[in-house]
């Protein structure tokens, strides 16, 4: 139980600190947005004071207040803010990025909506965990207008996973009001309601009242019951970012303003206590406030060489790897190995994504693994991929390691958002302090009118994301064991698999065993000119090669199997070697990982090359559907030789048997047929 003096003191002292903040900012030392929670203390104090520090809090971009009732550091919060070295996230992440571990804020992101996902997945973990843990997440009334905060409301009803979530509604996001963003007829309530989650209102300016009402929904999540929604009411008495007041410039008046102050939630539970603090009190605490701010400023700003440090978690020693033995596997089937015997391996590992347990299973690489592992280790989602994401990132950071599959790659885009601004950059914003083990699979579709939507190949894109490694398998040997090494990862790894390589059929080993993420693969050695490619890329480029020695022409082919990290060491040795360079590759050719290695083996390669380097790509339009638009969109072993000859001034011959592949643009072999 905490007693009513006890809120209140923890309000004052959050009112001192953000006082304390927006007296100090214009001195231009706290060089980083502020958005302070003056007026609204009393949800994060109600609500917090209903936990215990093993439960875990989110917060977006007003979290101070969030941080502080948590039970989070002062002294590392304002450090942070300062941007130094002792900060809770050694400065990389500044007021909107808080965390302390020990108190259980698990942290905060200010793309709003974005963290709510991330919750309910740490939500999941809490109720696997099975000890009755809970997961409150603070959001504003604008964040329930984000897609993912719905797709995250129903994840958790549909779970029934033991998460709050505590909507601090003060009316405005920014400058706009509600009456521009919602129907007036309709509460927030009522949207939480739509998805089946239990709903909440409580005073948002009445401690006392919010404590008793958070105390007994955290009960009822303690006890399995399922999500509840708190809607708070309340108001910042400040600007949206920073430190000053702004009812003067026009988008909310002074009359608002005052009605609301009058509601200061200090003076609420002040006049319930019929109390005040006393002044020794307020002393101590403006002591407390002025060390920590002492501190702040005193203490040293980070090393700038730190810059760069935490992108990745370290990388793993994946161990040696097997002989190939004799035993062969299709892609597919190699893919399903690895998954089986890691969710084997590992309790905490987890399968997920649309048509996981459906009777294809994923084009035949997650068939049986539902009736193995049971239905809370192997699931379908709902088509929520955003949010599911974030239930990914916020499970995998919180101990347990997701495997999330895509059917294809177009379809991961619409979550972007937690790939991009979560996955990829929890670990270094929070300094470190938490890892993302995460797969996701994508699936590259080709051919039979996969068309727009259903065929892109954005390896490139990823790769150009710090934080993401981005792998791209060619063989069954590698696929197996390098979704083991991903997936032994402590950082986000995306997979993509290209459909036609499915069926492909090759030597995979029996045992659990890694293949390095980083480093090409010299798939046929040669001395007059360099392939380098990766993916089904490699298939054409290995038998153009066998087509070139008619010419004379030893080709090499590297298979980058990594796009991020990017391993040029072997592709320098080989151009180095030959003296000849063509990129492959079934992507987009402007600002594509072709572009980067030309630039790279520019900038290595000192001594003229023996001809211009040179590159294969996909035409800059999307893919086309009919069959007859895309017959010359993808490169084929025919386009490399005729390439290749180009390096070498010399003419194709035409009559050559293997120059007619009728069906490769459309399938990969005649017997491989649609749909797929
Ligand atoms: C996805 C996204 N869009 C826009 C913004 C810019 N932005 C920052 S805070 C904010 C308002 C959020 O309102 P609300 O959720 O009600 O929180 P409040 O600021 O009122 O506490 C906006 C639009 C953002 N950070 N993220
Ligand atoms: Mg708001």
């Not at 939500?123 to 603070?138: D, I, M, P, S, Y």
């Not at 991903?486 to 499915?502: F, K």
């Not at 796009?563 to 320098?572: A, C, E, G, N, Q």
Request: aromatic fraction near 8%; glycine fraction near 8%; charged fraction near 20%.
């Amino acid at each position: 139980m905490t007693a009513p003096l006890e809120l209140l003191r923890s309000m004052t002292r959050i009112r001192m600190v953000e006082e304390e903040i927006a007296k100090r900012y214009p001195q231009q030392q706290m060089r980083c947005p502020v958005h302070l929670s003056i007026g609204q203390e009393a949800a994060a104090v109600g609500v917090c004071a209903a936990l215990q520090p093993s439960d875990w809090a989110f917060s977006g971009h007003r979290n101070h207040a969030h941080y502080l009732a948590k039970g989070g550091n002062l002294k590392a919060m304002l450090a942070e803010i300062y941007g130094k070295a002792t900060g809770c996230c050694g400065g990389k992440g500044g007021s909107m990025h808080l965390t302390d571990q020990t108190a259980g804020f698990i942290g905060a992101t200010p793309i709003v909506g974005s963290t709510v996902p991330i919750a309910v997945g740490a939500a999941l973990t809490a109720q696997r965990e099975g000890k009755g843990r809970v997961v409150v997440v603070f959001l504003g009334d604008g964040a329930m207008e984000a897609g993912v905060v719905h797709e995250s409301l129903n994840f958790a009803a549909l779970k029934k996973l033991p998460i709050l979530f505590a909507c601090e509604n003060n009316l405005y996001s920014v400058y706009s009001p509600l009456e521009v963003r919602q129907p007036p007829q309709r509460s927030i309530s009522d949207l939480a309601a739509g998805h089946g989650v239990k709903t909440v209102q409580a005073d948002g300016n009445d401690a006392q009242e919010v404590y008793g009402k958070a105390c007994a929904a955290v009960q009822d999540l303690r006890q399995g019951a399922g999500p509840v929604f708190m809607e708070l009411p309340t108001y910042r008495w400040l600007e949206h970012c920073g430190p000053g007041y702004d009812n003067d410039i026009g988008y909310r008046t002074e009359g608002e303003f005052q009605e609301w102050k009058q509601r200061d939630p200090l003076v609420i539970s002040s006049q319930q206590l019929s109390a005040v603090l006393e002044s020794a009190e307020i002393d101590a605490i403006r002591d407390e406030i002025e060390a920590a701010f002492s501190a702040a400023i005193s203490d040293p700003f980070p090393d700038p060489a730190s810059a760069g440090l935490h992108v990745y978690a370290p990388a793993k020693d994946t161990g040696p790897e097997p002989e190939r033995g004799t035993r062969e596997l299709t892609y597919a089937e190699a893919l399903r190995e690895a998954q089986d015997m890691y969710l084997a391996k590992y309790d905490c590992s987890y399968l997920m994504g649309l048509g996981v347990p459906d009777p294809k299973g994923i084009f035949g690489t997650t068939l049986g693994l539902q009736k193995k592992y049971g239905e809370s280790r192997v699931f379908d989602i709902p088509l929520s991929e955003n949010a599911i994401t974030g239930v990914a990132i916020g499970s995998a950071i919180t101990g347990m390691r997701p495997i999330l599959t895509h059917q294809r790659l177009d379809f991961a885009l619409v979550s972007i958002d937690q790939i991009v601004n979560q996955a990829a950059k929890w670990h270094y914003m929070f300094n470190g302090a938490m890892k993302v083990p995460l797969v996701i699979r994508m699936i590259i579709g080709r051919g039979w009118g996969q068309g727009p939507q259903h065929s892109q190949s954005l390896h490139a894109w990823f790769a150009h994301i710090p934080g993401l490694k981005v792998i791209t398998p060619s063989t069954p040997h590698d696929a197996k064991g390098m979704l083991i090494a991903a997936l032994e990862d402590d950082n986000p790894v995306l997979l993509l698999e290209h459909r036609w390589l499915h069926s492909a059929k090759g030597f995979v080993p029996k045992v659990y065993y890694s293949t390095p993420l980083e480093g090409c693969n010299i798939v046929k050695k040669g001395n007059d000119i360099s392939l380098v490619t990766h993916s089904y890329g490699v298939n054409e480029c290995r038998e153009a090669a066998i087509r070139l020695k008619k010419y004379n022409i030893s080709a090499e082919v590297v298979d980058l199997r990594s796009i991020s990290p990017l391993d040029m060491s072997f592709i320098l040795k080989s151009v180095k070697k030959t003296g000849r360079l063509i990129v492959v590759d079934d992507a987009e050719r402007s600002c594509g990982i072709s572009a980067e290695i030309l630039a790279k083996v520019t900038e290595g390669i000192e001594k003229d090359l023996l001809s211009t380097p040179s590159r294969l790509t996909c035409p800059e339009h999307p893919c086309p559907t009919s069959s007859k638009l895309s017959e010359k969109y993808y490169t084929t072993a025919s386009d490399i030789v005729l390439e290749v000859l180009k390096h070498f001034h010399r003419p194709m011959d035409f009559n050559e048997p293997g120059n007619t592949h009728d069906f490769r643009y459309d399938q990969p072999n005649p017997s491989y047929t649609g749909p797929f």
